[in-house]
């Protein structure tokens, strides 16, 4: 009997004998295919990111990264100057504003437009840090990145610009110039420098719930004399860092003419009412009381009187500046005349004095900063 051929799919057994690929060929191509797959499965694997790093401008490659640790290849550096603490803040100035790092931008699928002109602005979100995988970089600013210098990167600020930037958890707070774009992250707000990093005490923990408040140039005096939270010693209960205590030394103060600060308008109520905010210009006090406690109850605060004083710290929690308040008092009593806690906004800021003129103030805060191991600002109000 005549073996029967075996039935083949019509889309094979329409195709002409001519067109059929010899079997050595289907041989070839099948080994070749084997091999291709083998290599793939053999290549290395990209690891998944370890540490919050966001993207800066004119850098589109960075990951969004999770907090708690380093990039694969960033991190602290290798070679560290010996003491981080003593790098000074940036120092407020007039500058031009940069011809292109300010024009509108898309990255991440997001757009920005940055402020084209300097004006109040004060935010809160969270903070990180970038470091050594893009130390020496160009930042948006075409200047190169200084992992160790008192900078970060903003996504509308303008550029350059200068900014206080506050650790909301320790009231640690620094000055930074803004010369970069990023990060891009949702709920990300600034991406600072290591050094200023540090200086704030979150280096190791990867981000920070922070606040960032615009220096305006014009205002510079007032604002650095009326509205900084210095960097305060480590405390067991304001969370600090291990190993990133705050600066020994002080560098003076800008010389006259001295800023007046408005005077916060004092509260006629019961002495637990609080006194007003200082507010940024325009100046716009808001007079009323603090209710920072449970059910309604306003700490005991000092209502504002005028002279000069020194700023020694800002708190969230009055529990905190109180007993802030209380070791300062018995450490360094014989400094001032009195040491008062301020409402102002959702903080209780402490203030020593009052003095006679800036220049006692002044020298009232070499020596406090001396003993107390922190940076006193002298405030006019």
Not at 40 to 50: I, L, N, T, Y
Not at 213 to 239: D, F, K, S, T, Y
Not at 241 to 254: C, V
Not at 358 to 372: H, I, P, S, T, W
Request: glycine share 10%; hydrophobic share 40%.
């Amino acid at each position: 009997m005549t073996p029967v051929p075996p039935v083949l799919p019509a889309a094979f057994a329409a195709r002409p004998q001519a067109a059929r690929a010899p079997r050595a060929l289907v041989a070839a191509g099948l080994a070749c295919a084997v091999a291709l797959l083998s290599a793939c499965s053999s290549a290395p694997k990209r690891e998944g990111p370890v540490a919050e790093v966001p993207a800066q401008a004119g850098k589109p490659g960075r990951s969004p990264v999770r907090g708690g640790g380093y990039y694969k290849d960033d991190g602290p550096g290798d070679d560290i100057p010996d003491n981080l603490d003593a790098i000074p803040d940036a120092e407020p100035r007039d500058e031009p504003l940069h011809r292109f790092a300010n024009r509108p931008y898309h990255v991440m699928g997001q757009s920005f437009v940055p402020a084209t002109e300097l004006r109040p602005f004060r935010q809160r979100g969270h903070g990180s840090w970038y470091g050594r995988r893009f130390h020496g970089n160009p930042t948006s600013s075409g200047e190169p990145y200084d992992m160790y210098a008192m900078t970060a990167a903003h996504p509308t600020l303008p550029i350059p610009s200068y900014a206080r930037v506050t650790n909301l958890a320790n009231g640690r707070s620094v000055v930074v110039r803004v010369n970069d774009r990023g990060p891009f992250l949702r709920g990300r707000v600034i991406d600072l420098s290591y050094a200023a990093a540090h200086k704030l005490g979150y280096v190791n923990g990867g981000s920070a719930e922070v606040e960032v408040e615009q220096i305006l140039p014009g205002e510079a005096p007032l604002v650095a004399m009326a509205r900084p939270v210095p960097p305060l010693p480590a405390r067991a209960n304001e969370g600090l860092m291990p190993g990133s205590g705050p600066a020994t030394g002080m560098k003076a103060l800008a010389p006259l003419p001295v800023a007046q600060a408005p005077l916060p308008a004092p509260v006629a109520s019961p002495p637990r009412a609080a006194g007003s905010a200082i507010a940024l210009a325009p100046p716009e006090c808001e007079e009323g009381p603090v209710c920072g406690a449970a059910g309604g109850f306003a700490p005991p605060v000092a209502s504002a009187s005028a002279g000069i004083f020194l700023q020694l710290g800002a708190f969230s929690s009055f529990a905190n500046a109180e007993g802030f308040r209380d070791t300062v008092r018995s450490q360094a009593s014989d400094l001032a005349e009195r040491f008062e806690l301020f409402a102002d906004g959702e903080r209780f800021r402490l203030h020593a004095g009052p003095y006679d003129t800036v220049e006692a103030a002044r020298d009232a805060a070499e020596r406090m900063g001396n003993v107390l191991k922190l940076k006193p600002f002298v405030v006019v109000r």
